[in-house]
């Protein structure tokens, strides 16, 4: 990794290494410091110089001077650091804007990695709302793989009767129908390894809601269309929100009923997109939630009792703005209602 030094202007800038940072300091800046201090804020991709025995006149013009530290798209962010980055970010709502901020993801391995240091993470239960649940998508977004999953956060997860949410929270930037299951049961990793069927997956969902996925990013639009597919993918698959409409029992439902569905966005009463359950991760929203049950497995993971699992766009739309009325229908199944907060 390399330090980004951002002097006075009569100083200017430049790029040092870590491994050499004290030395080329003291030669650097000779002239304010004899021997500074340096502290590291990981967190915050930021450093403090703090000078010793310059002269006043000369520690009121650089003291304390905040320099950030630049990553460079490097390894060097590990899946626990660029984890912390993305969520520090989202709970602070201060997007990130330079490619130098944004962590580097180099595999899917990697990029699960940093979906479970999001979720894990003290700032996701203490800002995000702790770990709600899964969204599935991302098919054959990757070559070798299927679909893919990432985490919802709790704080975004709302009923459409109670809360909206806010466009702003999530720097939001497309909405999306989907079925979303609600789980009544746990489905652990068997000791046989032996990976559940659908019927097994069904009979541990208490509900199917109809809701509105809302995705979004921690990067602002222009850094995120410039960055490698897998970095943009380790930000959590791109979770936002989640809104749930009304409920439906699994039992009440053919499998066709939920496989075959026919989708449609209306914004402000007018019809955006339109798309079928069918493009969901699998083929369906149950088969989609069968690859995940035993994919989470597969990781050492677990779908629990009370999770939300978002099972897949069926059609997308990044037309609308806050205090748009947004309307998605799922055929003869329902309809869910939504107004963005700012």
């Known amino acids: ?7 006075p202007p009569m100083l200017g800038s430049s790029r040092i290494s870590l491994a050499t940072c004290p030395p080329l300091l003291v030669a650097g800046l000779k002239t304010f410091y004899s021997r500074p201090v340096l502290r590291i804020n990981s967190a915050r991709r930021q450093f403090t110089l703090l000078p010793r025995g310059a002269k006043q006149g000369q520690r009121n ?75 599935t998508g991302g098919v054959n977004a990757i070559e070798g793989q299927p679909c893919l999953y990432g985490p919802l956060f709790g704080r975004f997860v709302v009923d459409h009767n109670q809360e909206s949410l806010s466009k702003a929270a999530i720097n939001a930037h497309q909405l999306e ?5 609600i789980m009544g049961q746990d489905l652990p990793s068997r000791a046989d390894g032996k990976p559940y069927t659908l019927e097994e997956v069904l009979t541990a969902v208490d509900s199917f809601a109809l809701g509105i996925e809302i995705n979004g990013r921690r990067a602002t639009a222009a850094l995120a269309s410039d960055l490698p597919k897998l970095s943009v993918l380790s930000d959590a698959l791109n979770a936002g929100g989640v809104v749930l409409g009304p409920r439906l029992s699994p039992q009440s439902l053919q499998l066709d009923e939920l496989s075959q569905c026919e989708t449609e966005i209306l914004v402000n009463g007018k019809s955006v997109a339109k798309g079928s359950t069918s493009a969901c991760p699998q083929g369906g929203p149950a088969h989609a939630l069968e690859w995940l049950a035993n994919h989470l497995n597969s990781r050492g993971l677990v779908l629990q009792k009370g999770m939300v699992v978002a099972t897949g766009q069926t059609c997308a739309s990044k037309d609308y703005f806050p205090g748009d009325q947004i309307v998605c229908k799922f055929g003869k199944l329902g309809q869910v209602e939504m107004v963005f907060a700012p």
């Open 1 to 7: 990794a390399e330090l980004l030094l951002v002097y």
């Open 61 to 135: 013009i650089i003291q304390h001077v905040t320099h950030r530290v630049s990553l460079r798209q490097t390894a060097m962010a590990s899946p626990e650091a660029a984890g912390e980055i993305l969520v520090t970010a989202w709970a602070e709502g201060k997007w990130l804007r330079e490619s130098s901020e944004f962590p580097n993801c180099s595999s899917v391995d990697a990029m699960y990695a940093t979906h479970l240091a999001m979720q894990t993470h003290p700032i996701a239960t203490s800002a995000l709302g702790g770990h709600a649940g899964y969204k």
């Open 177 to 181: 129908p989907e079925i979303i299951a």
